[in-house]
């Protein structure tokens, strides 16, 4: 069983920076990749940038593409998300999630969520 849990959130003004953590335990459980979801209550859950479980093909949203780095850290089974030159629409509950079979930016292709952490961008 992928176990997946978010840290640092948090709320921070526009144009500052926050780098997101998602420790993952996956047992026996094959995971081919990792991604960044993110949702605004009321609209649809969103893809942010995603990279294999080796830490190779990252990729992104174009609305983050330039701002965000996603990367990770294969002995620590960690993935980050550092986000610089936050706007006021980042402002959304960040979720990792892990997919065992698809290197994709789709979500219903990912099987396992973390619980999320909420990240604030105030003007």
């Known amino acids: 069983q992928v176990h997946l849990v978010e840290t640092g959130g948090g709320l921070v003004q526009v144009g500052g920076s926050l780098r997101l953590s998602c420790a993952a335990s996956?047992?026996?459980?094959?995971?081919?990749?990792m991604g960044w979801f993110r949702q605004v209550p009321g609209k649809e859950r969103e893809f942010v940038a995603r990279?294999?479980?080796?830490?190779?093909?990252?990729y992104y949203a174009d609305s983050v593409e330039g701002r965000f780095t996603v990367s990770r850290d294969y002995f620590e089974n960690t993935m980050y998300l550092q986000m610089d030159n936050l706007r006021p629409e980042d402002t959304a509950t960040y979720y990792c999630?892990?997919?065992?079979?698809?290197?994709?930016?789709?979500?219903?292709?990912?099987?396992?969520w973390g619980q999320g952490t909420q990240v604030t961008v105030s003007s």
């Open positions: 996956i047992g026996t459980s094959r995971v081919s990749a």
């Open positions: 990279i294999t479980w080796s830490g190779a093909l990252p």
């Open positions: 999630a892990a997919s065992k079979a698809r290197i994709t930016d789709r979500d219903y292709d990912y099987e396992y």
